[in-house]
Every structure is written in C-alpha cells, then in structure tokens.
C-alpha cells in the first residue's frame, strides 16, 4: 500500500518544539518534493515549509521562517519538519504532501501543492498553556 504516515505532533506549551516526520511507505520519496501544509479550524489549508526531491532547495511560510526547519533523509524514506519556538497560532492538523517532480520543476509549496498525488492522515499540533 502506498502512502504517508505523519506523526510527531502533540500538546506543547508556548515556547516548546515538536519535530514531526513524514513517512513513506510502499514507494521511495527519492524523485519526490516534499510539503508539509496545515489547516487550523475555520481556515483555509496553507504551505508551511516544502523542499526539493535533491533537498537542495527548501521554502518556508514567512510566519516561520527562523523556526521551523525542514528536512530529508532518503536512506529512511523520511522528511521531518522540525517546529521550535511554537506559538499557539501554529495550532493546527498538519499534513505532509508528496508530488513527483523533479528538481528543476520545484517552485516552492505552490508546486508541490499542485502536483501532489499522495497526502498523509494528518498530525494535531496543539499550542497552548
């Protein structure tokens, strides 16, 4: 069966980290760009950070920028999103998307968003005191 298995997310107090992972399961993410996207209630889904299927390049919502990094490794089928100085507008369900373009087609989430084929569950990311 393919598909993305999300975990890592949780209750975390202001200030806190949580680092969430992507998983691949029945294909390899090697020719894939990655995004992680997330969706608060009574809001529209967003990119939060994407990266190339070679990894060398990455792209990040302005809101996190400094925060949350964004990461593969490829020997473990796996992109993580590292999430540090969490506030509680970053409360959200968030999902990581897969979309099979090579590196010289990669423009950012708006890419991936476009040409994903394969999207996880999703993980609650809960910030609050």
């Known amino acids: 069966q393919l598909q993305l298995v999300e975990s890592g997310g949780g209750l975390v107090q202001p200030g806190g980290s949580l680092r969430l992972s992507c998983a691949a399961s029945?294909?390899?993410?090697?020719?894939?760009?990655i995004g992680w996207f997330r969706q608060a209630p009574g809001k529209e889904r967003e990119g939060v950070s994407c990266?190339?299927?070679?990894?060398?390049?990455?792209n990040y919502k302005d809101s996190v920028k400094g925060r949350f990094t964004i990461s593969r490794d490829n020997a473990k089928n796996t992109v993580y999103l590292q999430m540090n100085s969490l506030k509680p507008e970053d409360t959200a369900v968030y999902y990581c998307?897969?979309?099979?373009?090579?590196?010289?087609?990669?423009?950012?989430?708006?890419?991936?968003?476009?040409?994903?084929?394969?999207w996880g569950q999703g993980t609650q990311v809960t910030v609050s005191s």
């Open positions: 029945g294909f390899t993410l090697d020719y894939y760009a």
């Open positions: 998307a897969a979309a099979n373009i090579l590196s010289g087609s990669y423009y950012g989430c708006g890419s991936v968003l476009y040409e994903a084929d394969r």
């Open positions: 990266i190339s299927s070679s990894g060398g390049s990455t």
